[in-house]
């Protein structure tokens, strides 16, 4: 039997201090068929100079900018350069870069939102499709093993066709964020020129969004938004509460908000059908709530060899054994190498077109909440 080929890796931002880089190379070491070889951790050379030494890559492959790594590895042999690169980079920098990335023949995962407007999503989603690359968003949620469980079952029609789906994101990090306006300089969330039009919508209302859409095999038409900026000084939303109605005629709801006091990081995700329901919380993401309309309420636990085949191939611990977020997010790298070597399903990993929906969604809230609270389609 032939081992799994391993992927050559590059990174983009992800430098010192950074969770969500730290959280990538971590999530790559545990897939198992990645080796980060370089990057342009820092807009600042020097720290990618010194944070390259501390990671053990090589002088050569750390570089200033994108358009070097490009240049740089492009001059390499076939079989040293690299193959995939993960951008995880503050929100302005998605799309230029991943575009540049993808134009030039190389395989990206990209942090979400994927762009600043649905028309670069629109523009980046015919780039990869014309350079026929790989291209996967970093949803994380959708890695976790029970996620691809609950997925699975509406799929196999375990609760009936859905008729309600409520999708939740809260955290309250920025509550003492706001209260004090100086406080705010670091922040690069709270800036539009770095993060966009939106803030929490963006950030967090997104993934409530395609948990929506990814597990439930629903796309969601419109939406009716209210947002909220909490101070007259602040421009960008902080919390959205928002009405949505999905293209099976079932309705729902996705509540985001990061002055939600003291919530850590609760997602969660219920949906419920014509026989049933199914819940799921990131507080116990290793557990999946099942509510059949004529039996008990039953708990369906990770690594079990009742659950389904894309379930089991999530889990790399036995029973018992927490895998958390690492787990989850190693599983879209994971699911990276299995598309590049034809050895996964297509749709396991979220990819351009997730990013083309997600920008829609928060276009779209936006829209309705400056029209007054109004349904706005997604387009």
């Given amino acids: 039997m032939s081992e799994s080929p391993v992927y050559r890796l590059g990174m983009l931002g992800g430098g010192p201090g950074s969770l969500i880089g730290e959280t990538h190379r971590i999530a790559a070491r545990i897939a198992g068929s990645f080796q980060l070889v370089g990057g342009a951790f820092s807009s600042d050379f020097s720290v990618t100079q010194q944070f390259g030494r501390q990671l053990r890559l090589e002088s050569q492959r750390l570089y200033d900018t994108v358009e070097t790594l490009i240049s740089?590895?492009?001059?390499?042999?076939?079989e040293q350069r690299m193959q995939v690169v993960s951008v995880v980079t503050p929100n302005v920098h998605h799309f230029p870069m991943s575009k540049a990335l993808v134009e030039a023949g190389f395989h990206v995962i990209c942090e979400k939102p994927m762009t600043m407007s649905v028309e670069e999503a629109e523009a980046l989603?015919?780039?990869?499709?014309k350079q026929g690359v790989v291209f996967?968003?970093?949803?994380t949620y959708t890695g976790y093993p029970m996620i691809r469980q609950m997925r699975a079952m509406v799929r196999d029609g375990m609760i009936g066709e859905i008729r309600k789906i409520d999708s939740r994101y809260y955290q309250d990090w920025l509550n003492p964020v706001l209260r004090e306006s100086s406080n705010r300089g670091p922040v690069w969330r709270l800036d539009p020129r770095v993060v966009g039009l939106s803030c929490c919508t963006a950030d967090i209302g997104v993934h409530a969004f395609n948990l929506f859409e990814y597990v439930s095999g629903l796309t969601i038409d419109q939406v009716l938004a209210e947002t909220h900026t909490l101070t007259a000084d602040n421009g960008l939303d902080v919390d959205a509460s928002i009405l949505v109605r999905a293209s099976n005629g079932s309705k729902g709801v996705i509540c985001a908000s990061q002055i939600a006091t003291g919530e850590e990081n609760d997602v969660s995700l219920a949906l419920y059908g014509q026989k049933g329901a199914l819940k799921w919380s990131h507080r116990s993401p290793d557990s999946l709530t099942f509510l059949p309309e004529d039996a008990p309420e039953q708990t369906l636990t990770a690594g079990q060899a009742y659950l389904h085949a894309e379930t089991?191939?999530?889990s790399r611990l036995p029973q018992g054994h927490p895998e958390g977020m690492y787990g989850a997010m190693a599983n879209i790298y994971g699911g990276v190498a299995q598309a590049l070597d034809g050895t996964g399903p297509s749709d396991a990993v979220p990819g351009v077109q997730a990013g083309v929906r997600g920008m829609r969604f928060i276009t779209a809230?936006?829209?309705?909440?400056?029209?007054?609270?109004?349904?706005?389609?997604?387009?």
Avoid: D, F, K, M
């Fill in 365 to 379: 809230v936006l829209a309705s909440q400056a029209s007054g609270q109004v349904w706005v389609p997604l387009g």
């Fill in 72 to 78: 740089q590895e492009l001059r390499l042999p076939l």
């Fill in 125 to 129: 989603a015919a780039t990869v499709l």
């Fill in 136 to 139: 996967a968003l970093a949803h």
């Fill in 312 to 314: 089991r191939a999530a």
